[in-house]
């Protein structure tokens, strides 16, 4: 915060050798990944992964769930020592789904990651360019700014220069 502040104090006071005309602007960065086409189609193709790994989760469950009504049906009346190695192996595939998923969960958590790095990445490379092109002298992203004129704003503008170059 210390930095951002005397950062723009030095940009204010033209303290870095910026000509007197010192455009800044703001963008929204959670705002583009909501609502640009680009962002929610790479969203999408993910939330299909993961539903499709859910899929796979509740078939598992299910499979064990019929495993153990199978047991119970069979242990009515008899002793239950009779099922010991049907009940570990019910234990086997209890833990192994818990394991597969922990390693999904993980490997969700990993794409996401990637994700959102890509996706930073490509909006980052439309700043370069548009913050070239239009004179930005700096420009900031909107948590980090305390106060600023709305006309500073120019989400709406990244938003539709990245949909354009993604089609």
Do not use: P, W
Not at 2 to 31: H, P
């Amino acid at each position: 915060m210390l930095v951002f502040m005397v950062g723009t104090s030095v940009l204010a006071t033209g303290g870095l050798g910026f000509a007197g005309d010192t455009k800044i602007g703001i963008i929204d960065m959670e705002k583009i990944m909501k609502e640009s086409k680009a962002a929610k189609e790479a969203r999408g193709m993910f939330l299909m992964d993961i539903e499709s790994k859910r899929n796979v989760l509740k078939t598992k469950e299910n499979e064990i769930r019929t495993m153990e009504d199978k047991l119970k049906k069979k242990e009515a009346g008899k002793a239950t020592g009779e099922f010991k190695e049907e009940r570990e192996n019910i234990s086997r595939e209890i833990k192994e789904l818990k394991r597969l998923r922990d390693d999904m969960e993980e490997e969700l958590k990993k794409k996401e990651l990637e994700l959102q790095r890509k996706l930073f990445t490509e909006i980052k490379g439309i700043l370069d360019g548009f913050s070239k092109k239009e004179k930005y002298s700096i420009i900031f992203e909107k948590k980090e700014a305390l106060v600023f004129d709305e006309s500073a704003d120019i989400t709406g503008q990244i938003i539709e220069l990245y949909d354009s170059k993604k089609k």
